[in-house]
């Protein structure tokens, strides 16, 4: 298994800044890319906010480019969010992500999910 260590979220005022990070660890595994997700009230799916590779590559969500930077510490298996003039609809569960191969070889990709922290925007 992967552990995950969660910090950042709460409530937040409209046009805020919000500050997530994430820790990932397991000593049977290879932290790959790394990411945030988030999860709207009364929905199922995890849509992607922002991940970044080892190399540093990052992806984000239309909804959130151009206010969320995404930065990694590789040495620590770190990645934390930052996201600007934040909104009511920014509201929902943020859960950080990992993909991961075994440490004893193979290609297989394993994904896991930390526990979420909830995250209120307040107009």
């Known amino acids: 298994q992967v552990q995950f260590v969660e910090s950042g979220g709460g409530s937040v005022q409209s046009g805020g800044t919000l500050n997530l990070s994430c820790t990932a660890s397991g000593s049977a595994f290879i932290i790959g890319a790394m990411g945030w997700y988030r999860q709207y009230p009364g929905q199922q799916q995890r849509d992607v906010v922002a991940?970044?590779?080892?190399?540093?590559?990052?992806r984000y969500s239309d909804s959130v480019e151009g206010r969320a930077i995404i930065s990694r510490d590789n040495a620590k298996n770190t990645i934390s969010l930052q996201m600007n003039s934040l909104k009511p609809e920014d509201t929902a569960v943020y859960y950080c992500?990992?993909?991961?191969?075994?440490?004893?070889?193979?290609?297989?990709?394993?994904?896991?999910w930390g526990q979420g922290t909830q995250v209120t925007v307040s107009s």
């Open positions: 991940v970044i590779g080892i190399g540093g590559n990052r």
């Open positions: 992500n990992a993909h991961v191969r075994k440490v004893q070889g193979g290609t297989e990709v394993l994904t896991f």
